[in-house]
């Protein structure tokens, strides 16, 4: 059963604290994805890793960074958290073009 | 420059009715299009998707209908139920293993 893994659920930080999310897939694929999803704006690309320690920045990186030294886990920093990252940050896991999401976590920052 | 554009962003369709979900796109040279949905507090899933050698995909009450020459497609659901009220997204391909996501139709099915 082809599973992407999200944890925690929901997080409530304040302003200043680190955060870290954490990602799983079963499925050995090499390429994951990192993604924010605020209302009216869709999916937006935060990073994507290629596979172990090959990461790259997407669409609005600044304010995170990632980590990936295992295949199947792909974790999400914020240091010094901000008020506006607030969102729902969701993980996906690839083989080529069909992505495979999880079910995401909800970070409320104070 | 947004790649991927949705219409409308919210639709309310009647059960039993036919739902028109619109997309175009900027880059001529985007060659798979997946439409994923998401219903609330999960993860978007893929629905159906088409490459761009094709005009039309299928799959159950589920249509993509793709114009390659003026860069449009459009999912259309027939029979509409109140399970398919949920966000579709649209998104393109390129490479790179990189999808460019449309912001989404939210899609309300009365019963």
């Known amino acids: 059963d082809m599973k992407v893994t999200q944890m925690p659920r929901y997080l409530i930080k304040r302003m200043g604290e680190n955060v870290l999310l954490e990602c799983g897939q079963d499925m050995s694929h090499e390429t994951m994805y990192w993604y924010r999803q605020d209302p009216g704006l869709g999916l937006q690309l935060i990073y994507i890793s290629y596979d172990v320690d090959s990461n790259s920045e997407g669409d609005i990186p600044k304010g995170y960074r990632v980590s990936r030294k295992k295949r199947e886990h792909f974790s999400l920093i914020l240091d010094s958290a901000k008020t506006n990252q607030t969102s729902v940050y969701f993980c996906a896991s690839s083989l080529s073009a069909e992505q495979y999401f999880g079910p995401g976590t909800r970070l409320t920052v104070l | 420059q947004q790649q991927v554009r949705q219409s409308p962003q919210s639709l309310t369709v009647w059960e039993g009715e036919t739902a028109i979900l619109n997309c175009s796109y900027e880059d001529s040279t985007f060659n798979y299009f997946p439409w994923y949905q998401q219903f609330p507090g999960e993860g978007p899933a893929l629905l159906i998707s088409?490459?761009?050698?094709?005009d039309k995909k299928e799959d159950g009450r589920f249509t993509i209908f793709f114009n390659k020459r003026e860069k449009k497609l459009s999912l259309h659901i027939t029979d509409s139920q109140p399970g398919d009220s949920a966000t579709y997204f649209c998104?393109?391909?390129?490479?790179?293993?990189?999808?460019?996501f449309g912001s989404g139709t939210k899609l309300t099915v009365e019963p």
């Open positions: 088409i490459r761009s050698v094709s």
């Open positions: 998104a393109a391909f390129l490479n790179y293993n990189v999808l460019y």
